[in-house]
């Protein structure tokens, strides 16, 4: 199948190198330098293109994700800091009849993970004297703070019925490819779950195995939703 990448940074340049042992050819390389105001996604350049990465920035991820609509070309978009315009994507999937899986965060521990925590979260949900707090950590270049992946994992907790307050934080520092930690504690004891990555090639492997799954397919999913279909 043919794979067309957009964002050409750390995990754009591994997702290239590892998409040969996913059965893909990386037909298009683009980022700012060569594709501005999405110039280079035409019809003509994109005809064979089976699905689309999408890892660039914030500011240009909504732009991409509608032409990419407008080509039909499947996508996975792991680029975060979008959420408020969710419904608009969902619109936009509908409309033009491709298929789009989207996730805050690719790894499949992480994935296990939001599971884990919507499970504590439902059955803390009514002990009262349990608090909470979410935090992460990630490396000085990551754009949004907090990460989707923390805001996604406190989603979590509060759709598993957990409503009293969730105490949220972040730190940026140095190279750190990501910690997130969820706690619960009373004055009885305390409760840590945490997940943390050791590389962003467990990030980049769960892209692609997204992208397998949805080439061909319609409509909206989350990354979830492809680990761990409903029986």
Known sequence: MNLALLGYGKMGKMIDGLAPEYGFTVTHRLDENNNADQ???????????????????????????????ELRVNTVVGTTGWLGQMDEVKAMIAAAQTGFVWSPNYSIGVNVFFRLINEAARLLADEKE???????????TKLDAPSGTLLKLVEEMKQAGYARPIDVSSNRAGRHPGTHEIGFDSAADTITLKHAARS????????????????????????????????
């Open 200 to 231: 962003r090639e467990g990030f980049a492997r769960g892209a692609l195995k997204a992208a397998q799954w949805v080439a061909g397919k319609r409509g909206f999913y989350e990354f979830s939703e492809t680990l761990f279909p409903k029986k």
């Open 130 to 140: 349990y608090g909470a707090w979410a935090w992460e950590i990630h490396h000085d």
């Open 39 to 69: 110039s280079a996604m035409t019809p003509e350049s994109f005809q064979g293109v089976d699905v689309a990465i999408e890892f660039s920035t914030p500011e240009v991820c909504l732009a991409n994700v509608r032409r990419l609509a």
